[in-house]
């Protein structure tokens, strides 16, 4: 009986022979530079996919799942590859395996499927846990819990996890804000809030409405939109990934007009939408219209000459490309379009920039000492950069570079780079605090 995985194998056979094992994308995998081992590589690890295809490996493996759930899924291997190997999509086909095949689940699994079927694909419920995530956040409970050391008490992991929450809140206060100062060129579009975004970074969403409603954009409200999908495709439930997907098609296909990201994990899930529908006639051409329309903030914001904004301080900035909006959405030096609006700024380039930081979703909280090993060469690069504030364009990439630098003793701010743009205008006097 054909699988998924199968499947997927036959669609990208003749990439997948092309595959002359050249070992360019060993560099570029930083699970590979971090072990040296092999199978934690691309070629490896679609060596080890091609023995289960082909009988020569059984699913239920131990080495299979070991080193395909150690894979960040960062795709940074995918640009790297002369072949043209789509390699997310064979990684999201496997762990799909992975997760139907399993007899025994650990009690790690049965939690994360239990928050993914009955959490995250309830609407209300999800709500209900980003509201009570962030009421524990503004009441300062996990500053509590860390600076007494009982969060470490409990756990290493639990002390993280209390940090990564912590490090979620705003860049700057938020003043109450009428609407922004613009010139309509009667052009809408869409904001797509996300679940995370909406949950803990609502106030990167307000200051994308806010900064795209200066450059003379309307925002048209969507209230039947849900979660993207991406945590459930990268934890292999491609089912609930697909049932999040038909939904979010559902609730845009009234409209032609562009759906904005600001998170490039919800961006890059949006734009695979059309693969992940390649083999459905009845959706196959609605997902492919849909993630024509996927921009992000600053690809949307790029298409026009941007607003400038003034200066905003003297202190060092620098940005770091989110894998899914450097590798998934080539969106990453639209991001620097946005800094490029603020004059002056004191910007330095960040070296290793396009490298992972090991956040990956949940990845750190899954595989916390290869998250650890990764982050820590992300964190090498910062110092040597000197910047004291540094922009990101993904949630969970800003949480795991802040906590980094937050549990080594580094000062250093991090934030989205359309919250540096929105903090230039308010100073610009764009906008009429109540």
């Given at each position: ?27 570029a995998?930083p ?8 199978n934690?590589s691309?070629?490896?690890r679609?060596y ?5 295809e082909?009988g020569?490996?059984d ?16 795709r940074?291997?995918?640009?790297a590859c002369p ?8 990684l999201e086909?496997a762990?799909?395996e992975?997760k139907?095949?399993?007899t025994k ?8 499927n239990f ?10 419920r ?9 009421l ?14 009982i969060?470490r008490?409990i ?9 990564l ?8 206060s ?5 609407n ?10 869409f ?5 995370v975004m ?19 954009y309307?925002?048209?409200?969507n ?5 993207c ?18 939904k979010n098609?559902?609730a ?12 490039g994990?919800?961006?890059a ?6 693969n ?15 993630s ?12 026009n000459?941007?607003?400038k ?11 770091d ?14 991001s620097?379009?946005?800094?490029k609006?603020?004059?002056?700024m004191e910007?330095?380039h960040l ?5 992972c930081c090991?956040?990956?979703?949940i990845?750190?909280l ?30 969970g ?7 980094g630098?937050?549990m ?16 230039s ?7 009429n605090?109540?």
């Amino acid at each position: 009986m054909e699988n998924n995985l199968t499947n997927l194998l036959k669609h990208e056979e003749e990439k997948l022979l092309a595959c002359v094992h050249c070992g360019l994308c060993l560099e570029a995998c930083p699970t590979y530079t971090l072990t040296n081992n092999e199978n934690d590589s691309p070629r490896g690890r679609i060596y080890l996919i091609r023995a289960v295809e082909e009988g020569r490996l059984d699913i239920t493996s131990k080495v299979f799942s070991h080193h395909i759930n150690r894979c960040l899924g960062c795709r940074a291997c995918e640009m790297a590859c002369p072949s043209g190997v789509e390699y997310g999509h064979l990684l999201e086909a496997a762990r799909n395996e992975i997760k139907t095949s399993e007899t025994k689940k650990t009690f790690t699994d049965k939690v994360l499927n239990f928050a993914l079927r009955n959490v995250w694909l309830k609407p209300f419920r999800l709500r209900m846990f980003f509201s009570l995530s962030k009421l524990t956040r503004d009441l300062k409970i996990p500053t509590l819990l860390l600076k007494t050391k009982i969060a470490r008490l409990i756990s290493k992991r639990f002390e993280f996890a209390l940090t990564l929450l912590e490090s979620s809140k705003p860049f700057n206060s938020q003043p109450a804000i009428r609407n922004p100062q613009s010139a309509i060129r009667n052009r809408s579009v869409f904001v797509f809030k996300g679940c995370v975004m909406e949950g803990l970074f609502t106030h990167v969403n307000r200051a994308t409405e806010r900064v795209l409603k200066v450059n003379g954009y309307k925002i048209e409200e969507n209230e039947t939109q849900v979660c993207c999908g991406a945590l459930h495709a990268h934890a292999g439930d491609l089912e609930s990934a697909k049932l999040l997907a038909k939904k979010n098609i559902e609730a845009f296909s009234n409209s032609t007009n562009p759906i904005v990201t600001n998170a490039g994990g919800c961006g890059a899930m949006l734009l695979s939408y059309e693969n992940l529908f390649a083999n459905d006639e009845n959706l196959k051409v609605p997902a492919k219209e849909f993630s024509a329309r996927i921009k992000d903030i600053g690809q949307q914001l790029s298409e026009n000459v941007i607003v400038k904004g003034v200066r905003l301080s003297d202190t060092v900035t620098t940005y770091d490309a989110s894998c899914h909006l450097h590798y998934g959405q080539h969106a990453s030096e639209k991001s620097l379009d946005m800094i490029k609006a603020i004059p002056e700024m004191e910007f330095v380039h960040l070296e290793g920039s396009e490298r992972c930081c090991g956040g990956a979703g949940i990845y750190n909280l899954l595989q916390p000492e290869m998250s650890a090993g990764v982050l820590r060469e992300k964190l090498e690069y910062i110092k040597e950069s000197m910047a004291e504030v540094l922009a990101t364009g993904n949630p969970g990439c800003q949480m795991q570079i802040a906590t980094g630098a937050k549990m080594c003793g580094m000062k250093l701010n991090v934030c989205h780079p359309v919250e540096l743009l929105d903090e230039s205008y308010r100073k610009a006097g764009f906008y009429n605090v109540k």
